[in-house]
Every structure is written in structure tokens, then in C-alpha cells.
């Protein structure tokens, strides 16, 4: 796949098929966020990847999965059967300083898990607190994020944005997803 097809096919997905995912795939999404940019090149960010039922079911109650769809409670058998956490060691670098650090390792990820037909959703509304002790993760690891992978049950739809960036579900259930127009993003200097 082309990055750039790629770029324009990914969607944020928020039900899944309960096929697990291989081990492979998910180490290949892994190095694809070691392989990232990052700043100064510290390299600060750890990855653990949850597929256990059990942990996954720790980390259930503690995801919000989609702010603009309140009414929306997604049941455990739509989630996702992998997650990757992403994680910041901070005897290499300060948590406040690597947003820009998980966000390139984060959309790595999210291209190649396209590339290999895997749905993604990039959690940050979640109880980081109660994660980390859920997984018994050391102190000096802080949570950035988590990626939630599998295959999707569901599409996404890209539309020009009229009226409000939210997101929502058409009839089928799939998601639609407004942006911006190029018109109103592309500022000629």
C-alpha cells in the first residue's frame, strides 16, 4: 500500500472482530513506533502489549472510546483484542515533553497497522492511574497512550466538515468522520 492511500484510508475504529491478532503484526507495529522520530533522538517510549482476556478486561472499565458519542456504551465483545501501551520512561526524558514523541510513535503504529489491515483506535481518554496499577506497570514509566488494534468490524468515512468536527455513526454503523476542506487548511503565504 502507498503511505499516502494509506494515510487517506485510515479511520479511527471503534468496533472490532474478535480475531485475535498475531504476534508478529503486533511487533511489527511496535517497531514501527521504535522507528519513529523522535526528539533530540532520547528515544524515551516503551511499548507492552496487552492481548491476555483477563488484562484486557482490567483495562475495559477505565477507556472511554468515543467522546462525541455519549449514548454510545460499546460493549467488551466490540473492543479491540490488543492493546499496545505507550509509555515514557522518564529517567530518559520528562512525560510533559514527549506529546510529540507518542504522536509520531502512535501514527507510525496506526499506517502500519493499515498496511496490514488492522483497525486502530488511539485512546488518551483513559484512567492512567488506574491502568498502571492494573498492569502492575513500574513507576518510572508514565502512560502516554494506549492503541487499541484488531481487525475492524466497521469503516470509516471521511466528508468535508460543515458545521462541527464530531464524529458519529451512520446508519450502518460505520463511522463518519468530518475534516476540514483543503480549502480552509491550506493557508497561501
Same mark, same amino acid.
Given at each position: 500500500?502507498?503511505?499516502?492511500?494509506?494515510?487517506?484510508?485510515?479511520?479511527?475504529?471503534?468496533?472490532?472482530?474478535?480475531?485475535?491478532?498475531?504476534?508478529? $503484526?503486533?511487533?511489527?507495529?511496535?517497531?514501527? %513506533?521504535?522507528? %519513529?522520530?523522535?526528539?533530540?533522538?532520547?528515544?524515551?517510549?516503551?511499548?507492552?502489549?496487552?492481548?491476555?482476556?483477563?488484562? @484486557?478486561?482490567?483495562?475495559?472499565?477505565?477507556?472511554?472510546?468515543?467522546? &462525541?458519542?455519549?449514548?454510545?456504551?460499546?460493549?467488551?465483545?466490540?473492543?479491540?483484542?490488543?492493546?499496545?501501551?505507550?509509555?515514557?520512561?522518564?529517567?530518559?526524558?520528562?512525560?510533559?515533553?514527549?506529546?510529540?514523541?507518542?504522536?509520531?510513535?502512535?501514527?507510525?503504529?496506526?499506517?502500519? $497497522?493499515?498496511?496490514?489491515?488492522?483497525?486502530?483506535?488511539?485512546?488518551? %481518554?483513559?484512567? @492512567? %492511574?488506574?491502568?498502571?496499577?492494573?498492569?502492575?506497570?513500574?513507576?518510572?514509566?508514565?502512560?502516554? &497512550?494506549?492503541?487499541?488494534?484488531? &481487525?475492524?468490524?466497521?469503516?470509516?468515512?471521511? &466528508?468535508?466538515?460543515?458545521?462541527?468536527?464530531?464524529?458519529?455513526?451512520?446508519?450502518?454503523?460505520?463511522? @463518519?468522520?468530518?475534516?476540514?476542506?483543503?480549502?480552509?487548511?491550506?493557508?497561501?503565504?
Amino acid at each position: 500500500m502507498e503511505v499516502y492511500e494509506a494515510i487517506k484510508k485510515r479511520r479511527t475504529i471503534r468496533r472490532f472482530e474478535q480475531t485475535p491478532v498475531p504476534a508478529n $503484526a503486533l511487533e511489527t507495529l511496535v517497531d514501527s %513506533a521504535r522507528l %519513529a522520530p523522535f526528539g533530540a533522538n532520547l528515544q524515551p517510549l516503551k511499548y507492552g502489549i496487552v492481548t491476555d482476556e483477563d488484562k @484486557r478486561k482490567l483495562l475495559f472499565p477505565h477507556i472511554k472510546y468515543a467522546g &462525541y458519542l455519549p449514548d454510545w456504551d460499546p460493549s467488551f465483545e466490540e473492543c479491540p483484542t490488543a492493546f499496545i501501551v505507550i509509555m515514557n520512561d522518564t529517567s530518559i526524558k520528562p512525560t510533559d515533553k514527549t506529546e510529540c514523541d507518542s504522536g509520531a510513535a502512535v501514527m507510525s503504529m496506526c499506517l502500519a $497497522a493499515e498496511d496490514l489491515g488492522l483497525g486502530t483506535c488511539w485512546l488518551g %481518554a483513559i484512567d @492512567r %492511574a488506574e491502568i498502571k496499577k492494573a498492569l502492575n506497570i513500574d513507576d518510572k514509566y508514565d502512560i502516554t &497512550y494506549l492503541l487499541g488494534v484488531g &481487525y475492524p468490524a466497521q469503516t470509516g468515512k471521511v &466528508y468535508d466538515m460543515t458545521d462541527s468536527v464530531k464524529y458519529d455513526f451512520d446508519e450502518n454503523g460505520n463511522v @463518519r468522520v468530518p475534516k476540514r476542506p483543503m480549502s480552509e487548511v491550506l493557508i497561501k503565504l
